[in-house]
């Protein structure tokens, strides 16, 4: 009886045994499967470099010295008038007149410099969010190209900040705290930014 239980035990701790190394085996196929490939962008330094974004703000500052030029001719214009009006009898007839004139002026100057602020402040948040669609979608197909599972965005770290407002936005907004090891594919998703892929 004795060797019958002996017999038993051994073919229970076999299988035992055998289950677990099955087990062992399994959650370490699981993990090697698990293994993800990262890469990392750096959209700031995308932001900064590339050739499209370049010759977009340069587009932008020379639309935005004719405007300003536009704008101090105007101002000059009401400035001179206003000075003409200073001039004439107050309450007269031509005084009436060129007070008006003035003072309509002065109300369209500030109306075109409110409207080319909002205009350019519109013109490039629009920007912005095209060339930021832009690097998503290509940072996604150098993704694919490269067999990658995952892509972070890898921000660039700048102290001293400014203020505590920049340093706490900083920390909030800073995620990504390591990356070694990670492949930077930020030089081949500019490439496609530039080359408008």
Sequence with gaps: MKVRAAIILSCLIGVVVLFMGYECSQAGLKAKRSISKIGV?????????????????????????????????????????????????????DHLALMREVLEKQANLQAQQEFHKQQIELKDQQWTEELYKDIVREAGEVAKQKGLDLVFEKDELKLPATSANELMLTIRTHKLLYSDGCLDVTGEVMARIDAGK
């Design 41 to 93: 962008v750096s959209v700031r330094r995308i932001f900064e470099d590339c050739k499209r974004n370049v010759r977009y703000r340069q587009e932008a500052v020379a639309e935005q010295n004719r405007v300003i030029a536009e704008l101090e001719k105007l101002a000059k214009e009401v400035e001179a008038e206003s000075a003409g009006l200073r001039t004439l009898k107050e309450g007269s007839s």
